[in-house]
């Protein structure tokens, strides 16, 4: 239903399947009535869908294959009442993720976009040293969402000794970091926040104005999950007034066009939703792609069910 988001994934279903290139198509209602007959697969983003007409239309479906962990733009509902399957690809990208978000933390507690355009345009000769920044070693980061990428960012921040904290449904009693039930006491009590809990219906604009003011001006905000868990607007006008000190942002709430806003801000670092977009990552999603498209065909155990 989206392009593949690898080559390799591309070249892969269609040297094993009939794809049929569903964003390319001009008249949808029309394909989908085509389709309908015989369509048994489906590959695609967890952000793209199928949504439940789409599901309903497709009588003979048996498998949306979701390419990512997250699968929030999927119908499950429709799909569990459909009897279709859905598999996602986790695990394989913990640890990609976990990089960007101390890659973005590292990048804001130093400044370092800034630096970098300073010293292009020649000003370290003409106005001196660049100011003093932060560093991430002795701070306190509140994950909000412990789960698999969730404690990869946290075994990475306490290798910068950062002292780690989180936010949750419920506590962990396997984990030894301290739990917060309430996410704007946490925000009160930390000097970073990263935002990689799943998106649903509890979840959106988990981060409002209320949790911002909690933050402070000297916290920070990271968000490598959804741009629907934060309030874009409230975000823009902490920012903007200096409510909290900056924000590293990989997703956001209408992609791929960013509020405008934000283009403007220099306390703000921006990612094209790219917390997977390495070669490594998007060559093994794809293979668990492909893995689970094949377990069914041959009446295998599913890779990575979600229903």
């Not at 309908?36 to 983003?45: E, K, P, R, S, Y």
């Not at 990475?156 to 984990?175: I, K, L, T």
């Not at 900056?246 to 094209?272: C, H, W």
Request: net charge negative; proline share 5%; aromatic share 6%.
């Amino acid at each position: 239903m989206s392009p593949p988001a690898s080559e390799k994934l591309g070249d892969d279903l269609a040297a094993r399947f009939n794809v049929i290139r569903w964003w390319e198509a001009e008249d949808k209602p029309a394909l989908l009535a085509k389709l309908a007959g015989h369509l048994q697969l489906i590959a695609t983003t967890g952000h793209s869908g199928p949504d439940a007409d789409v599901i309903a239309a497709l009588p003979k479906l048996q498998l949306i294959a979701s390419f990512g962990v997250g699968y929030d733009g999927i119908d499950i509902a429709a799909a569990r009442q459909h009897g279709v399957k859905v598999t996602n690809t986790p695990d394989v990208l913990n640890d990609c993720v976990a990089e960007l978000a101390l890659g973005l933390m590292i990048a804001l507690a130093r400044d370092m976009v800034n630096a970098d355009q300073y010293t292009r345009a020649g000003r370290w000769a003409r106005d001196g040293n660049y100011p003093f920044q932060d560093e991430l070693t002795g701070k306190v980061v509140g994950i909000l969402g412990l789960g698999r990428i969730g404690k990869e960012i946290a075994r990475r921040a306490q290798a910068f000794r950062m002292q780690v904290v989180y936010h949750g449904r419920s506590a962990q009693v396997d984990e030894p970091y301290r739990y917060y039930p309430d996410l704007v006491q946490m925000a009160r009590d930390v000097d970073w926040l990263v935002v990689i809990a799943p998106s649903a219906a509890g979840t959106h604009h988990l981060v409002d104005a209320a949790v911002l003011d909690a933050l402070g001006r000297d916290g920070r905000l990271i968000n490598v999950a959804r741009g629907s868990l934060v309030d874009e607007a409230a975000l823009v006008a902490a920012l903007q007034n200096g409510t909290i000190k900056g924000a590293g942002l990989d997703v956001f709430e209408d992609e791929p066009r960013p509020n405008p806003a934000l283009l403007t801000l220099s306390n703000v670092i921006l990612s094209p939703h790219a917390g997977t977009a390495t070669h490594r990552t998007r060559r093994i999603m794809g293979d668990l792609v492909m893995a689970n498209l094949e377990a069914h065909l041959r009446g295998d155990p599913l890779r990575s069910p979600v229903v």
